[in-house]
């Protein structure tokens, strides 16, 4: 039986649940494995067709989340399936989701690495590697320093993340936001990579130089976001799999296939 099948008897739910699930599962296992989630922090995302999301229960471990723990939640904040209570701090989710409707996934993590450019005086962190380019129109920090756990905390959130793709949280945390859990991994992965390249710069002594506004137009036209999701989540999945970080009965359902990888442009 395979994993969707093994879930769908356990929870009766559609398959596009289902898939969200464990793509949400296995994002939340490989940010845990890479240092972005520790014992705290949470992945979020919209169900196709449903006016629901998916998150992990509050208390599950974020080494051990699987798709048959996952939670169904409305967006008011009502668990439609099943059994357990979601984390303190679902207001961040629910108000990003309600307020951002091209936003299929969101990301709550306490990096710490994301957090000392919170509480160091004037300095802001920047687009400084390659990939950051998806930072280009900014990273605001809201001021809030306490756990969101009310709906207008939520939403004062979602106001400073405005249309960007990143929020910092004064001495907390963060919050990404991408189309897909995939897409929400990989950004996140790009995102500690860029916060560790600043700051080796600082540490260095040195003013950090971030991307120019022509530089980034230059990547942003050798950009192929879609093929580069698909090749870093099959190199992360395959590794965590060899690793059982994944559970080998999720292999055929995560892993990319060879057609998926193809590249049917250079540009
Ligand atoms: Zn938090």
Redesign the pocket.
């Known amino acids: 039986m395979s994993v969707t099948e093994m879930t769908r008897a356990v929870r009766g739910s559609n398959s596009a649940t289902q898939k969200v699930m464990l793509e949400t599962a296995a994002a939340t296992r490989l940010l845990e494995s890479e240092g972005i989630l520790d014992y ?2 949470h992945v979020s995302t919209r169900i196709p067709g449903r006016e629901a999301f998916v998150i992990q229960i509050g208390s599950t471990s974020r080494a051990e989340v699987t798709p048959e723990s996952m939670l169904v939640v409305d967006y008011d904040g009502k668990v439609l399936e099943g059994d357990g209570q979601p984390p303190s ?1 679902l207001p ?1 989710h629910l108000e990003i989701l309600r307020a951002r409707p091209d936003v299929q996934s969101v990301l ?1 993590s ?1 990096m710490e690495l994301a957090i000392a450019f919170t509480m160091m005086e004037g300095v802001k962190l920047l687009p400084m590697r390659a990939r950051a380019s998806r930072w280009k129109s900014g990273i605001p920090t809201d001021p809030d320093p306490s ?2 756990k009310l709906p207008e905390q939520g939403r004062a959130l979602a106001r400073t993340l405005g249309p960007h793709h990143a929020v910092l ?1 004064r001495a ?2 963060l919050c990404l936001v991408a189309e897909s859990a995939q897409a929400l991994f990989v950004d996140a992965v790009h995102f500690k990579e860029n916060a560790t390249a600043q700051m080796q710069a600082l540490q260095a002594g040195a003013k950090p130089i971030p991307l120019s506004e022509a530089e980034i137009a230059q990547i942003e036209k050798m950009e192929m976001r879609e093929w580069h999701i698909k090749k870093l989540w099959n190199y992360y999945v395959r590794k965590a799999l060899d690793e059982e970080v994944l559970p080998q009965a999720w292999r055929d359902e995560l892993v990319p296939t060879k057609e998926m990888l193809k590249r049917d442009r250079m540009l």
């Open positions: 705290s922090g701090e961040i709550h306490h756990h969101i949280m907390h945390g």
